[in-house]
């Protein structure tokens, strides 16, 4: 079984921009959430979705947002990019979310400059 | 509100000698814990999780963990450090509650040095 795919792996961007991330589950899984990695923050919550739905935010501004289609694929889009949006983003699957064990993908190292 | 503290920022041991990665949890219901471990340049893998059946939980590439709610600890052991276990090891506590579905809380995170 395939695994979770993140496209694209590496992105450089300019403050100001917009930036579309994607997220490929394992197939069956329904639940994908998104976690933000930094060397200062570590690993935090970014948002879950579950059947197009999304039925979790963690404390981010709303620059920060989602998406779920109909194939459990997700994107996450962060609009007007700052320096400290800079971090490797990471997503995960998972069959039902709650207490399930999530599997995560390789994530997209973005840079903002 | 659920959390865990791993108590060493970094740890390094020899090949072949024992490995001893330290989590202490703090949840108000019985938890879900996880142990994760990050490659460089890799996302995470999941070593092993426990979910309120055998205390002693048994994962991939000879790690366990034991579940001690007295002491409220998860620690991570080895009998015998390989070089390619050198990475970043996360402990994980899934959040409670029908409002936190799909929240994983990540520790900080323990840096494994193995030396030859």
């Known amino acids: 079984k395939a695994g979770v795919t993140q496209t694209p792996r590496y992105l450089i961007k300019t403050r100001g921009q917009q930036v579309t991330l994607s997220c490929s589950p394992i197939s069956g899984h329904r639940s994908v959430s998104w976690y933000q990695q930094t060397p200062g923050q570590g690993l935090q919550f970014l948002f879950e979705y579950f059947s197009e739905t999304q039925r979790n935010k963690g404390n981010f501004p709303g620059r920060f947002s989602g998406r779920q289609f109909s194939n459990s694929r997700s994107e996450m889009n962060v609009s007007t990019l700052e320096l400290g949006d800079s971090a490797l983003y990471l997503c995960a699957s998972s069959l039902q979310g709650a207490y399930n064990e999530q599997f995560f993908g390789p994530g997209t190292r973005l840079t903002v400059l | 509100a659920q959390s865990v503290t791993q108590l060493d920022s970094h740890v390094s041991v020899s090949e072949g000698t024992p490995v001893l990665l330290r989590c202490n949890y703090s949840?108000?219901?019985?938890?879900?814990l996880f142990w994760y471990v990050q490659h460089p340049n890799k996302g995470l893998q999941l070593l092993l999780k426990y979910t309120s059946a055998a205390t002693l939980v048994k994962g991939i590439n000879g790690f366990e963990a034991e579940f001690k709610k007295s002491e409220t600890s998860f620690h991570l052991t080895k009998p015998s450090a390989h070089m390619s276990d050198a990475a970043e090891y996360f402990c994980v506590v899934s959040a409670y509650g029908s409002s936190n579905t799909g929240k994983l809380i990540f520790g900080q995170g323990t840096t494994l040095q193995v030396k030859p």
């Open positions: 949840s108000s219901y019985s938890p879900s």
